[in-house]
């Protein structure tokens, strides 16, 4: 038996923050945030819209995807740099609205990677029989840490959702590599300020990716004995299309292989990758039997990658 996901769906909030609503707001423009991000617009949830309810909205869909009861569940991890507040967790929030009264429930921060680092952690519990079933959830309500004066970072970010539950598939199906790493060295670079705000060295972050995630990529890939141009489908985390566009190439696939949701949505931190991979399963783009590739990378610093064959 291998671990994999038995169903996913995602969540986006309905207003749209466009670039050019953000030269109105700031000293930008569309063509510099289209060219140096790869972004045109970013979702942006309302004040009655807490990062809670964006991963209720997404669990609730997976659950039903996946054709599981709140009850069989197991456990619920939460990747968010966002939650409602420092405790109790948005895990334990939406264990109580989803009526999944038999989990265990706690938040991930790893910030983008964090989705990555929620993945594995579920699937430990799962092979190792000590559950079944586990809900991971990858939620950020960026635009409430965001400095709306900053023009460095207030274009890059989005809000949304996206959420998988993982259990027992068929041989050869799942989860069959990762790696996951972090370097503290490198917190300076990227964290949120005793004003609640993001503060990024956009450089410094932009060289340390550009480097791991296409080593992560390739990593996962030559750890489970296949070449790289093996891979069907690529999940990169949403971050700036230019460091997305660095680890396809060094996987030598095909822009129509990699998903590129950050022209819609933006970086959604942890729920970049689940809310890209759920869209690329409903728009058909990855199919049973494909060869998945996820890649991730944030604050911390930190990185995770998996390589998964897609089905059940
Ligand atoms: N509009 C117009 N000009 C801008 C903007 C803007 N929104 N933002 C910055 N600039 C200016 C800068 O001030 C700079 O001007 P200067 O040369 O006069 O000083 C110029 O544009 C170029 O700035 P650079 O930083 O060199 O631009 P770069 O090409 O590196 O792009 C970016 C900046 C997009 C932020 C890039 O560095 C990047 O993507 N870095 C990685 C970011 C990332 O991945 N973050 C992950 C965070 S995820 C998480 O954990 C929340």
């Known amino acids: 038996m291998g671990v994999g996901v038995l169903g996913l ?8 923050l466009t670039n050019a609503d953000l030269e109105k707001m700031v000293d930008t423009n569309d063509e510099w945030i289209r060219t140096r991000t790869g972004i045109e617009e970013r979702r942006i949830a309302g004040d009655d819209i807490d990062t809670s309810d964006m991963a209720f909205f997404a669990a609730e869909k997976a659950l039903k995807d996946a054709n599981v009861n709140a009850e069989e569940i197991d456990l619920i991890l939460v990747a968010t740099v966002t939650p409602d507040s420092p405790f ?11 009526g999944a009264k038999n989990a265990a429930a706690m938040d991930i921060g790893a910030a983008c990677a964090g989705f990555m680092y929620g ?24 635009s409430k840490i965001t400095d709306w004066e900053d023009r460095n970072t207030c ?9 998988v539950v993982l259990g027992d598939v068929s041989d050869g199906k799942g989860i069959l590599s990762f790696e996951l790493g972090a370097n503290g060295g490198g917190a300076k670079h990227l964290y949120e300020n005793e004003n609640g705000h993001i503060i990024m060295n956009g450089r410094e972050v932009f060289k340390f990716a550009v480097r791991q995630m296409p080593d992560s990529s390739v990593n996962v890939v ?22 997305m566009n660095a680890a396809r190439e060094r996987l030598g696939i095909s822009e129509e292989k990699m998903a590129t949701t950050i022209k819609k949505y933006g970086n959604n931190s942890s729920a970049s990758i689940p809310m890209a991979l759920a869209e690329s399963v409903a728009n058909g783009k990855i199919k049973d039997g494909d060869l998945v590739v996820l890649v991730g990378f ?15």
Not at 88 to 98: G, R
Not at 155 to 163: N, P, T
Not at 224 to 240: C, E, F, M, S, T
């Open 298 to 312: 944030g604050g911390g610093l930190t990185w995770g990658a998996v390589a998964m064959r897609w089905g059940k």
């Open 88 to 98: 109790p967790s948005v895990a334990c929030l939406i264990q109580d609205k989803l």
């Open 155 to 163: 274009v890059l970010f989005g809000d949304g959702a996206g959420a």
């Open 9 to 16: 769906a995602h969540y986006v909030p309905e207003k749209i």
């Open 222 to 243: 030559e750890k489970i004995g296949l070449k790289r141009d093996d891979v069907d489908y690529l999940i990169p985390h949403q971050a700036n299309i230019r460091i």
């Open 119 to 142: 993945m594995i952690t579920g699937k430990q519990f799962i092979e190792t029989k000590t559950y079944k079933k586990v809900l991971v959830i990858g939620v950020e309500k960026l």
